[in-house]
């Protein structure tokens, strides 16, 4: 069984930020906890920031009809948060082809300075019109290969999902 070192906050944080924010009171669920349904919501704005500044904005959805479709989640949950902690998110790019982008969102807890849970996905490349897949021009794939080439080189991991991945 091989096991990888979990991060600490500082290797996290080389990531970049993504999102930050402090819990708010509607975030708070019967259980007294930061609900499931506001976690996915934080992943989902952290990944949508993190991919318009990778090249994946309004601008090029715009101008080649182009865009990339959410095909697999998954959440796991690691720590709980609760109302008034400070939160941040962080993208790392696990594996990129063609057509596909395998990627990790870490959701941080910085008040307890904690990974409170990490949303893996996989993202395809799509045609608005054809609504079909079609590769991504060389001039967004060349960075995502650039920045999974230096985040796999990272001396730490989260818990994967298993067979999500880039084929």
């Known amino acids: ?26 975030f708070e ?3 007294g906890h930061v ?11 952290a990944g949508d920031a993190a991919f ?3 090249g994946f904005d309004e601008e090029y959805r715009d101008r080649t009809g182009h865009s990339v479709f959410s095909v ?9 948060s609760l109302v008034g902690d400070e939160l941040s998110v962080h993208l790392r790019l696990l594996g990129v082809s063609a057509k596909a982008l395998h990627a990790q969102t870490i959701l941080v807890n910085r008040s307890r300075g904690t990974v409170a849970n ?3 996905f996989l993202e395809l490349h799509v045609d608005l019109t054809t609504r079909r897949t079609t590769a ?5 794939v060349a960075p995502l290969e650039a920045l999974r080439d230096e985040h796999a080189a990272l001396p730490w991991g ?10």
């Open 1 to 26: 069984m091989h096991t990888v070192a979990r991060p600490t906050m500082d290797q996290i944080d080389a990531l970049g930020t993504a999102l930050s924010l402090v819990a708010l009171p509607e």
């Open 29 to 31: 669920d019967g259980n």
């Open 35 to 45: 609900n499931v349904g506001h976690y996915y919501r934080l992943h989902m704005e």
């Open 52 to 54: 318009q500044r990778l």
């Open 72 to 80: 697999e989640h998954h959440i796991k949950f690691l720590d709980e």
């Open 118 to 120: 990490t949303l893996e």
């Open 136 to 140: 991504m021009p060389q001039h967004l």
């Open 158 to 167: 989260l818990p994967l999902a298993g067979p999500l991945g880039v084929r």
